[in-house]
Structure formats: structure tokens, C-alpha cells
């Protein structure tokens, strides 16, 4: 059981930057890829960014493709989203999550086998 906890969320004016970080509790983290979703109140979590398990791959959702950049550290157990060009819309809850294997990098929420709890992400106007 791989246990991940999220942190740097926080508020930020719109056009900032945050940079999340994501730590995994086992070491097992390095052989499989990882994502970022998000979810804003009343809407459905939503794919954001994802990255294989060397880091020789990645994927963005649209909206914030050029943006943010997904990228990891395998000898930290550490996957990060870092955050440019803030806007509001980019307000939700941010989660990361490791898939079951080392090369999906996509949208589809069952690929993923654990999950953090979450940090909020909230741009002001």
C-alpha cells in the first residue's frame, strides 16, 4: 500500500505560480507512473497532467498545457506539478495518484491505483 501526501497548495493571485509536491511512502513509487487531477466544487475530478515512471513521457490536459509541468524525482519518492500563469479556474483540490503500471499517462481514473488526499489550489482575481 502506497501511502502519498500532497502539499503546496495555497492561495495565489491569478497570473502566479505554486509548485505542488507529492511524497510517497514507499519506495516501489519509482517503478510506476503518476498523475495530477483536480477537482473543483461541483465539478468532476478532471485529468491534469501525467507522467511514466523514468520520466521519459508526459501529458497535459488541455487547459493547462504550457502551463504547468508535471516532472519527478524517483530518489525522493516525489512527483511535482509546478504551476505557471495561474488563473481562476485553475481553483479546485489537487491529488496525485500512481497508476498500475509504469507507461499510462492518461485521463482514465481506473488506471490509478492509489491515491493522496489532496491539497487545495485557490486563485484570486
Known amino acids: 500500500q502506497v501511502q502519498l501526501v500532497e502539499s503546496g497548495g495555497g492561495l495565489v493571485q491569478a497570473g502566479g505560480s505554486l509548485r505542488l509536491s507529492c511524497a510517497a511512502s514507499?519506495?516501489?513509487?519509482?517503478?510506476?507512473?503518476a498523475g495530477w487531477f483536480r477537482r473543483a466544487p461541483g465539478k468532476e475530478r478532471e485529468f491534469v497532467a501525467g507522467?511514466?515512471?523514468?520520466?521519459?513521457?508526459?501529458n497535459y490536459a488541455d487547459a493547462v498545457k504550457g502551463r504547468f509541468t508535471i516532472s519527478r524525482d524517483n530518489g525522493k519518492n516525489t512527483v511535482y506539478l509546478r504551476m505557471n500563469s495561474l488563473k481562476p479556474e485553475d481553483t479546485a483540490v489537487y491529488s496525485c495518484?500512481?497508476?498500475?503500471?509504469?507507461?499510462?499517462?492518461?485521463?482514465?481514473?481506473?488506471?490509478?491505483?492509489?491515491w493522496g488526499q489532496g491539497t487545495q489550489v485557490t486563485v484570486s482575481s
Open positions: 495518484a500512481v497508476a498500475s503500471g509504469r507507461y499510462y499517462v492518461g485521463p482514465r481514473l481506473n488506471e490509478y491505483k492509489y
Open positions: 514507499e519506495r516501489t513509487f519509482s517503478n510506476y507512473a
Open positions: 507522467i511514466t515512471w523514468n520520466g521519459g513521457d508526459t
